[in-house]
């Protein structure tokens, strides 16, 4: 929901979630009014089942930009269903969380897509322990998007993008008040909607990490840095774009 809402605000014109079927009646009650939901089959122990496979390409047809990731869980139902959908993917697609959890070792099947790992998330992809300091993050960020051919989003302090034509962007926005769950999850969703509204994958990775850190910034001011939480950084969203603009 994080992410759905971080995509409106960000200037998504519609977006749709898509849930296990048992949980929709409760997500409908507290999601953002203006977020759709898509219900999807399910397995036992209530994660997003195979079986929702033709239901999800069908409906991804109608969608500008995909998004998977966030509260997805590690069910190997789930990682199954993510490994096979990403090939069927024709438009854009970012991957956080557990959906890049689900590629774990085999890094290249994510040719194409905006990846947005932190460190520990790298380090289960790829096995390469990412080292501290802006020369190293760049040269791991910068070598991993070139080989593979991804648009990857390097979390952490002074965020790196880099996609695979070679060109690196560090972010000098956000406080450490953002490492906060859920955080990432917002900026998955503003990444997917800024390419939905045209924007090329590094310059829709570069500016949603921009901003994102500058809404963080504009939270921390009025909540404090130990007192700020997810949904503050998508409430500044608005502020943040107008401050740049």
Known sequence: MLCAEAAMRAGAGL???????????AVIKIKPKEVMTLPLPETSAGALSMAGY???????RKAGVVAIGPGL???????RLVRRLLPSL???VVIDADGLNAFAGCPAALKHAVITP????????TGVRVASGDAGRKKVAKQFARYYNVTIVLKGHRSVVADGQGR???????????ATAGSGDVLTGMIAAFLGQGLDKFSAAKYAVYLH??????????KTQVSLIASDIIAHIPQAVKKSS
């Open 15 to 25: 977006v749709t979630l898509g849930i296990p079927k048992s949980i929709n009646s």
């Open 90 to 92: 024709a438009g854009p």
């Open 168 to 178: 690196v962007y560090v972010n000098t926005t956000g406080n450490p008040g953002m």
């Open 213 to 222: 850190g500058l809404a963080g910034d504009l939270a921390a001011r009025e």
């Open 54 to 60: 033709a239901k999800i390409t069908a409906f991804i």
């Open 73 to 79: 869980s590690a069910d190997p139902s789930v990682q």
């Open 118 to 125: 932190h460190a520990g998330e790298m380090y289960r992809l």
